[in-house]
């Protein structure tokens, strides 16, 4: 079975400075996909973003990027210029595609919090 | 953008009562979820849904849960005797296959 670990229960930044938060997973399979998911006060889950195990390159959404490390099974996420709108619990998540319609494996969280 | 929408946003119940949550997934999607998070933890596993019958269901469900997709649009979740554990947001979500999902914004369940 899948595990996904995030060691950091809280972090914070200053706003418009950088953070990044960690997530390492295990796995037996070679192609998976990988997220993270902002869960804002109104504990909506909100996709971040998304990297495919196969793609070498390094997913980006505006802001936000990932340091994938496939060897090392790890899936960190980097917040760039932070807003205080992205105070919010963080999770990572962990995606087989071996069978359509697989279940998602979330890691415990990270609450996140941006100081003005 | 395409949503999924669950209803109610706040349910309360007594102990012992059935409760249905409900879920509108996103009409093209084919795979539909239940998801469970119990306040201050992590997001769980319910059970999937494809093709009319349950694909994958975690150790979490069991007798006391049950799936249905009654009318083609709606995707129901039940608790048949609710006990005071069963307290936690539960989401829905959907996709198409492979990939990313999309959750709704949650029911918040409280059992009393």
């Known amino acids: 079975a899948q595990t996904v670990t995030q060691s950091q229960p809280e972090m914070s930044v200053q706003e418009a400075e950088t953070v990044t938060l960690s997530c390492t997973y295990d796995?037996?399979?070679?192609?998976?996909?990988l997220f993270w998911y902002k869960q804002p006060p109104s504990r909506q889950m909100i996709l971040v973003i998304r990297?495919?195990?196969?793609?070498?390159q390094n997913a980006t959404e505006n802001r936000f990027s990932v340091n994938f490390q496939k060897a090392a099974k790890s899936f960190s996420l980097k917040i760039s210029d932070s807003q205080l709108g992205d105070t919010a619990m963080y999770f990572c998540?962990?995606?087989?595609?071996?069978?359509?319609?697989?279940?998602?494996?979330f890691g415990e969280g990270t609450q996140l919090t941006v100081n003005p | 953008e395409p949503e999924v929408t669950q209803t109610p946003s706040h349910q309360v119940t007594q102990m012992g009562q059935e409760v249905i949550l409900r879920c509108v997934p996103i009409s093209n999607h084919l795979y539909f979820y239940w998801y469970r998070q119990i306040l201050g933890q992590k997001v769980e596993f319910l059970v999937s849904f494809y093709n009319n019958e349950i694909s994958e269901k975690s150790e979490i469900f069991d007798d006391q849960f049950s799936v249905e997709r009654p009318d083609g649009s709606n995707f129901t979740l039940k608790i048949r005797s609710t006990k005071l554990e069963d307290s936690a947001m539960y989401f829905c979500?959907?996709?198409?296959?492979?990939?990313?999902?999309?959750f709704g914004s949650g029911t918040r369940l409280t059992v009393v």
């Open positions: 796995t037996s399979e070679n192609n998976y996909y």
């Open positions: 990297q495919e195990a196969y793609k070498q």
């Open positions: 979500a959907s996709s198409e296959g492979a990939g990313g999902y999309t």
């Open positions: 998540a962990f995606r087989s595609p071996e069978t359509s319609g697989s279940r998602l494996t």
